[in-house]
């Protein structure tokens, strides 16, 4: 996934204040299901070719990183296609039927599915994960009163998602590694192929330990300890752009509502 | 000839196409049982140079053939696995098995040979890097000092009998006494016919170990050639942010004292062998 791979640069998008960007971002993804029909799924596209626009990302860039999830989006069109049966039928071969109402709701189920993957890795290209933590923390705050560990939270976050490019290109290390030792991670059965995966597993998790032990050590030495008497160095001021964002989505949310009562 | 490269230009994907290629336009010959040492600033493209001549990345244009194989090929790249020994940066980070010797046999299994013909490759391995097979081949790896660990870790590259092998900064990150050990090894291992590619950042181990040096700037050629060749340019060399050794650069101050000890020379060996016969020119009328 998209997350863990910001990339940098200047775009409204970038801007925004983190906290209202992932709260957009995760209503908007709630809001999508309320888009029963065709005119409201083009709205919801249209919000987000907007937020696409706004983000200055690369259509290339963004298309790659979609490339890992269309497995599983095919997947889901042909199950939605396939066992879904109302409204006219199409084509039948034998018991298998392709129905209108089958096709229609494949294509809405892969919409939707599309337009969640796109939002996601939208938040994660736009977000440093510095931000994406502040993000998470301000809004987990209130519920401290009930024993939720805001700070700790958005810290682990933040942790896991700064050692996520460390650890890919440590991973393509070893890989290297052992494939100059003859190891064989393309050829064979399943079962080989999982085999062939502990030479690189191993000395992964090993590293991660690593990190994780040289992190603790660097983060106690400098006295850190909590979120306790913490101040930030950026705080954060929500703008223009961010109530503009968060108008957006209300109409939409507003819109979607309506078409709903719509017969 | 076993390494040649012809023009060789490798350009990573998705990097700034007006900025110079990791490695520029690179022609180089390594001979047979040569022992070359590449020295160049960070960044300059040793690591993707060595990367190039394992047959573990493709050349975006230019030729590499190594032992007559054009890599250009998929297959010959992966033939390659047997006659070329690589060991990256840190090579103990890859180490996975229980044991030693389990470890050590990686490759040799890997590679298709029976249980038997595996265990004798370990045995030769293990012997080669001085820690054998007996004594060590039931430790776990992980409990090893780290330069016994580094040790190991080449043995399991040595382990599929390369001709050719190739180290990148194979002393980095040892003590004194370890980056000894590791010195030995590879000029014992150079002395029995082994071709050596050495890529450091210590001109002292590279003066002592490496029959020709090659200097690296911005990914292309900046001088190769025999280490008192190429350490004679120290001024040059200091230009691209690179020392020279100790024994160079003492050289260097005899001679600005006015004593010529005749030419560069890049180990304490060869700068006391220079100044013992200066002793002997003086004559022994001095002595007294
Ligand atoms: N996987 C990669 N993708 C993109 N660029 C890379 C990659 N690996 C290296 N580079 C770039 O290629 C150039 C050469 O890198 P290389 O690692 O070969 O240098 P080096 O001489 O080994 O440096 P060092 O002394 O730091 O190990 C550098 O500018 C580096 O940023
Ligand atoms: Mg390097």
Redo the contacts between chains.
């Keep these: 996934m998209a997350l863990g791979q910001y990339h940098k640069a200047d775009s409204p998008l970038h801007r925004m204040d983190p906290r209202f960007k992932i709260l957009v971002a995760v209503v908007y993804m709630l809001v999508i299901f309320l888009a029963r029909e065709l005119v409201g799924l083009s709205l919801a596209l249209v919000f987000l070719a907007g937020a696409v626009a706004a983000s200055g990302i690369p259509l290339g860039l963004l298309a790659r990183s979609l490339r890992p999830v269309i497995a599983f989006v095919v997947f889901t069109f042909i199950v939605n296609l396939v066992f879904i049966t109302s409204g006219d039928t199409l084509f039948a071969l034998g018991r298998l039927a392709i129905t209108s109402g089958g096709l229609s709701a494949a294509a809405f189920m892969t919409t939707r599915l599309f337009t969640l993957f796109v939002s996601t890795a939208l938040l994660g290209f736009t977000t440093s994960p510095v931000d994406l933590a502040d993000g998470i923390e301000g809004p987990l705050t209130p519920f401290e009163r009930f024993g939720v560990p805001a700070h700790e939270i958005s810290m682990m976050m933040s942790i896991a998602l700064r050692f996520i490019p460390i650890l890919v290109a440590e991973k393509d290390r070893i890989v290297r590694a052992q494939t100059a030792r003859g190891a064989d991670f393309e050829s064979g059965n399943p079962l080989t192929r999982m085999h062939a995966i502990i030479p690189v597993l191993t000395p992964l998790f090993l590293s991660a330990f690593r990190h994780a032990e040289d992190l603790a050590t660097a983060m106690e030495s400098r006295c850190y300890h909590g979120k306790e008497g913490r101040t930030r160095v950026k705080t954060l001021q929500p703008a223009l752009r961010d109530w503009a964002a968060v108008a957006a989505l209300a109409i939409l949310t507003s819109a979607l509502v309506v078409l709903r009562t719509v017969p | 000839m076993p390494i040649v490269l012809e023009h060789v230009t490798l350009r990573y994907p998705g990097t700034d196409p007006t900025a110079h290629p990791a490695v520029d336009d690179l022609s180089l010959v390594v001979d047979d049982g040569e022992y070359l040492g590449v020295i160049g600033h960070t960044g300059s493209g040793k690591s993707t140079l060595v ?1 190039l001549m ?1 047959g ?1 990345l493709a050349a975006t244009s230019g030729r590499v053939t190594v032992n007559g194989a054009d890599l250009a090929e998929r297959s010959a790249r992966r033939a390659l ?2 006659q ?3 060991v ?1 940066q840190y ?1 103990e ?5 229980d044991t030693v010797a389990e470890d050590v046999g ?3 299994r ?2 298709g040979l029976t249980a038997r013909e595996a265990e004798r490759a370990v045995d030769d391995a293990l012997e080669r890097v001085d820690m054998e097979l007996c004594t060590y081949g039931h430790r776990s790896p ?1 409990e090893l000092s780290g330069g016994q660990m580094r040790r190991v870790a080449i043995a ?2 040595m382990a ?1 009998r390369p001709d050719i092998l190739i180290l990148d900064e194979p002393m980095a990150g040892l003590d004194p006494a370890g980056r000894a050990e590791i010195a030995a090894l590879l000029r014992r291992l150079h002395d029995r016919g082994l071709t050596v590619v050495m890529v450091s950042h210590d001109m002292d181990d590279i003066a002592s170990l490496a029959d020709r040096v090659l200097v690296l700037r911005d990914g292309g050629c900046f001088a190769h050639g025999t280490p008192a060749e190429v350490f004679a340019r120290q001024t040059e060399l200091r230009e691209i942010g690179l020392g020279v050794p100790h024994a160079a650069r003492f050289a260097a101050r005899l001679s600005a004292c006015g004593i010529d000890v005749g030419g560069t020379m890049s180990t304490p060996e060869a700068l006391a062998d220079a100044l013992a016969s200066l002793r002997t020119d003086l004559g022994p009328g001095r002595e007294a």
Excluded: K
């Design positions: 990367l394992a573990l696995r047997r070329v020994g690589i990256f090579p980070h890859q180490l996975f098995a990686f490759g040799p890997a590679l992980f399991g590259v599929t």
